[in-house]
């Protein structure tokens, strides 16, 4: 039985970045999803199983990427994506879908791009991360529109700092000043006390 929890962010509408919706989602052996466009980004992380996703790439062709736990994958907008859970170990995924101006550039410094949308971690503690960020936004989905828009930042940033296929361009570090710049005008607090605060109430 398929299991799904979400929330629609419809009413906001911030400018650099803007979240549209997130969710989690444990399905059924061989439950898909398209193939479809999107009009936005669209970050998938695999909390637990295996599953396929079948992505065009810039040239036209479909590519076939077979993934696990600890995994993500990224949809770009108009990018026609297919995607399916196991026969035997179906995944659970979060997902958050946003957009905005930053949108595009942030994604392309992550390292996922239209040819190359699978995200993998340099570490495991880095894999963590991103999946904490997507898990705060599932348990606090009732929380402010701006506390929410604050993960999606710390999220995006986690994906900068940990993703293998990250890429190293001039004005990196003014993109992720602006990234923390932007989370600490949102929460008041920076990204690094925000982290070491959470470290705190965990232990």
């Known amino acids: 039985m398929t299991k799904t929890i979400f929330k629609i962010l419809s009413d906001e509408n911030f400018i650099d970045l803007n979240m549209i919706q997130f969710g989690y989602e444990e399905v059924t052996p061989l439950k898909s999803f398209g193939p479809t466009k999107r009009n936005h980004f669209l970050f998938h992380y695999i909390i637990n199983g295996k599953g396929k996703l079948i992505s065009d790439n810039d040239k036209g062709e479909t590519i076939t990427y077979d993934l696990e736990a600890g995994q993500g994958f990224l949809l770009y907008p108009q990018q026609t994506n297919y995607y399916v859970a196991d026969s035997e170990e179906p995944w659970t995924y979060m997902w958050v879908e946003f957009d905005g101006m ?6 392309l410094i992550t390292g996922l ?3 190359q949308p699978i995200y993998e971690a340099s570490n495991k503690k880095g894999s963590m991360s991103v999946k904490n ?3 705060y936004l599932i348990e606090h989905k009732e929380n402010a529109p701006l506390e929410l ?4 930042y710390l999220l995006l940033s986690n994906l900068i700092g940990t993703s293998i296929n990250r890429k190293e ?5 003014m993109l992720e000043f602006y990234l923390h710049d932007a989370f600490k005008k949102i929460t008041g607090i920076s990204p690094r006390d925000w982290r070491i605060k959470n ?3 965990q232990l």
């Open 149 to 152: 828009m604050g993960h999606l």
């Open 199 to 201: 470290s705190i109430i």
């Open 113 to 115: 791009t239209f040819n």
């Open 133 to 135: 960020e997507l898990l």
């Open 169 to 173: 361009k001039s004005g990196n570090n």
């Open 102 to 107: 930053k949108a595009r550039e942030i994604c």
